[in-house]
T-cell receptor, first 113, second 117 residues
Framework: NAGVMQNPRHLVRRRGQEARLRCSPV?????VYWYRQLPEEGLKFMVY????????ESGMPKERFSAEFPKEGPSILRIQQVVRGDSAAYFC???????????FGDGTRLSIL | AQTVTQSQPEMSVQEAETVTLSCTYD???????LFWYKQPPSRQMILVIR??????QNATENRFSVNFQKAAKSFSLKISDSQLGDAAMYFC??????????????FGKGITLSVRP
């Protein structure tokens, strides 16, 4: 069984561009979590999705950030009009159900020029 | 809201020695899970050990063990017989035992552990 797959591993964008981060959960997992890790910090929760539904987006910035987990395909974290402060590592985790152990991907390192 | 505090930013241990990493947390819940994750330079998040709050017995995984003090809201990680490969950042994390919107992980800021040969 493949683990959580995130791509790209590294993403470079210029200020004002859009960033799209993808996460394919473990096969059979229908719950996805996104976390952000700023330099020298711990991971901070952003959003929790279950197929086609957002369960908790309390950690998501109100503007420019959105997330989806469609019925088919990977979960996408989208950042519009990126700014320097968006530079961070973005981790995705998946679980088979709410409250079940979360399996992490290797993260996407986003750099903003 | 739950908080997790790791007050030591860095620690160092001699190879083959024992080191203890501290973590405290704050919650009003009675049932929850606590975790220690390891993040090596490759930046993967590796689960080291997990503790269920309703279990009084401290969790152990080979050279890793915890000292869980529920009343004090303390959850320290002990690494015995430290190895060079243990050098990494270690994060303490909390998760509610309830399902639904409370199932997110709350992390501490982490501690950088270095191992001296």
């Amino acid at each position: 069984n493949a683990g959580v797959m995130q791509n790209p591993r590294h993403l470079v964008r210029r200020r004002g561009q859009e960033a799209r981060l993808r996460c394919s959960p473990v096969k059979g997992h229908s719950h996805v979590y996104w976390y952000r890790q700023l330099p020298e910090e711990g991971l901070k929760f952003m959003v929790y999705l279950q197929k086609e539904n957002i369960i908790d987006e309390s950690g998501m910035p109100k503007e420019r950030f959105s997330a989806e987990f469609p019925k088919e395909g990977p979960s996408i974290l989208r950042i519009q009009q990126v700014v320097r402060g968006d530079s961070a590592a973005y981790f995705c985790a998946s679980s088979p159900g709410s409250g079940q152990p979360q399996h992490f991907g290797d993260g996407t390192r986003l750099s903003i020029l | 809201a739950q908080t997790v505090t790791q007050s030591q930013p860095e620690m160092s241990v001699q190879e083959a020695e024992t080191v203890t990493l501290s973590c405290t947390y704050d919650t009003s819940e009675s049932d929850y899970y606590l975790f220690w994750y390891k993040q090596p330079p490759s930046r993967q998040m590796i689960l080291v050990i997990r503790q269920e709050a309703y279990k009084q017995q401290n969790a152990t995984e080979n050279r890793f063990s915890v000292n869980f003090q529920k009343a004090a809201k303390s959850f320290s990680l002990k690494i015995s017989d430290s190895q060079l490969g243990d050098a990494a950042m270690y994060f303490c994390a909390y998760r509610s035992a309830s399902t639904g919107a409370n199932s997110k992980l709350t992390f501490g800021k982490g501690i950088t552990l270095s191992v001296r040969p």
